[in-house]
Structures are given as C-alpha cells and as structure tokens.
C-alpha cells in the first residue's frame, strides 16, 4: 500500500521554505552555490537555485555532483553501476556550498557526497538541504534545511516523484510487503 505524504502544493511551500531558510542563514546569496545530488536530489536543487535568483536577483553557482564511485556500497551489489558527470563550474573555496538531496536515511550517500565534494576543492562550509528526513541514520550526518521529517520503518521505501523526471510532483512512502514498486 502506498500513502502520498506530500502532493504538488506541500512539495512546491517546502521548497521555497528551504529557500527562504538557506537565504536566512547565509545573509542572502552572495558566496553561496548551489549541488545538487543525483538524481532527484538535482531536480530539487534546479528549483531551489531557481527561487534564489528571482529572490536575489542574482545568478548563484549551481552544480551537479554524482557521487556512484564514492559510494561504501559498491562491492556488496551494485554490479554495474553507471556513472554519469558531476559538473562543478565554478571553484569550491571559500563558497557556501549548499548540497541538495531528495531524501535523507542512513546518512551514506550524504557521507559519499561529502567526498566528492571535498576532491573538488576546499568550500567554506558545506551545508545539507533535503526534501524528506526519513530518520534511521547510520552517521553522524544532520541536515541544516528539511522539508518535512517523516517518520517510516526501515523496511519502507520513500519514493520522490518530480515534474521533471516523473511527470509529477508526489512524496510516497511504500509499503515494504508491496514488491511491484520500484
């Protein structure tokens, strides 16, 4: 059984509230880049990115950050993993860099992203905004903007559907005895 937990509307104020915030925290945009984690953790970022320069009035840094070789996982299933570009145009020193990610479990993707990010350069600070805060950490990783905390059991699965990429905007969480969802 699947239960929508955000529909188009909850998801569109969470974004901006997380704009608001990140804008807020940083006193305004100056010095801030906005990464985005693949996949869905990019199409939240576009929107965020997006939502700060109509704010602003400025054009921030935004890049993409793909974290499959960075991943502690690797041995133990993913056989074939397929690795896309990571695109960081601009340099990491100094800035605000504020990495977006659609849900946040166990920590480790947040742990690989941190990573990658640090090969590119030396940012100022490195800040985390995600979408969903599932819980069940498995490292000592926070995050400094949320959407909505949403409490699930382990075995459940949190989909994040995007306009973009799934021509629609939804948060689920599914139900672990339903096996035909992905």
Request: charged share 30%; hydrophobic share 40%.
């Amino acid at each position: 059984m699947n239960s929508v937990v955000l529909n188009e509307k909850d998801i569109s104020r969470a974004i901006t509230r997380i704009t608001h915030e990140i804008l807020e925290k940083n006193k305004g945009a100056e010095n801030v880049a906005i990464v985005g984690i693949r996949t869905r953790g990019v199409t939240l970022a576009k929107r965020i990115h997006k939502k700060i320069n109509e704010i602003e009035g400025i054009e921030v840094d935004f890049g993409i950050l793909d974290i499959t070789l960075y991943r502690d996982d690797l041995a133990i299933g993913k056989q074939n993993p397929i690795v896309e570009k990571t695109h960081l145009p601009f340099h990491l020193e100094g800035k605000q860099v504020i990495l977006i990610d659609d849900v946040l479990f166990t920590g480790r993707t947040i742990r690989a992203a941190i990573d990658a990010l640090i090969d590119f350069g030396r940012p100022a600070t490195v800040q985390l905004g995600v979408l969903i805060d599932r819980g069940h950490r498995e490292l000592p990783i926070r995050p400094d903007y949320v959407g909505k905390n949403i409490p699930t059991a382990k075995t459940n699965r949190v989909q994040v559907r995007m306009l973009e990429d799934d021509s629609m905007d939804e948060v689920c969480i599914i139900d672990s005895s339903n096996s035909m969802d992905k």
